[in-house]
């Protein structure tokens, strides 16, 4: 049984004998190039009986129906996102019984553009504040500190983490002392 690996409308088979490499390393069987993918970031194998797409120790990890997975049993078309939960790029898994598994081929079907990765921070809705006498500059500040996160792009999700922890205790540190004041 071969399985079909489709990225961004392009479709690889890979024969029941062979281990994929999906990641951004150049010589990996599935190439992908973004921010938050790992080199060698994903493998595909047929334990003889099914394919298993395994996590290859990657930093930002490989997730499935909004899960992380460490290993995870193809059965049928399975979607895999590389890197976050529910912004990572997506892989299509299919199995296919083609009744000759001895080839390899490459099947591409009509280019996609390839279009610059795109992260957009999302905040919650503003929780309701108690109604407190605060300083109106502190609104400022937290509308200022939002438009230069949400300005930043192309960052790995471990500097996002960084930018709003630092933003958090500026914005705490600041809430602070003015109500101290």
């Known amino acids: 049984m071969d399985l ?9 088979t890979v024969a029941e004998g062979t281990t994929a490499v999906i990641g951004a390393d150049s010589a990996a069987t599935v190439q992908i190039a973004r921010p938050g993918i790992s080199r060698h970031h994903a493998i595909l ?9 395994q996590d290859a120790s990657s930093r930002n990890g490989t997730f499935h129906s909004g899960s992380r997975v460490q290993f995870l049993d193809i ?24 009744g000759d598994s001895t080839k390899v081929e490459t ?4 280019p996609v553009p390839a ?17 407190l006498d605060l300083d109106p500059r502190l609104d400022n500040l ?26 958090a205790l500026v914005v705490l540190t600041l809430f602070v002392a003015i109500v101290g004041n």
């Not at 299509?92 to 083609?98: A, F, G, N, Q, R």
């Not at 099947?107 to 009509?110: H, I, L, Q, Y």
């Open 75 to 98: 059965d049928g078309v399975t979607s895999i996102l590389l890197g976050h939960p529910t912004e990572g790029p997506e892989v299509i898994l299919t199995p296919v019984d083609d």
């Open 45 to 53: 194998k047929h334990d003889g009986s099914h394919w298993v797409v």
């Open 107 to 110: 099947k591409v079907s009509e």
């Open 142 to 167: 937290i509308d200022a500190l939002n438009d230069q996160v949400s300005s930043v792009k192309g960052l790995t999700w471990s500097v996002w983490a960084m930018i709003a922890v630092t933003a």
């Open 4 to 12: 079909t690996v489709e990225y961004e409308g392009k479709q690889q």
């Open 115 to 131: 279009e610059e990765p795109s992260f957009q921070l999302t905040t919650p809705p503003p929780a309701k504040r108690p109604e």
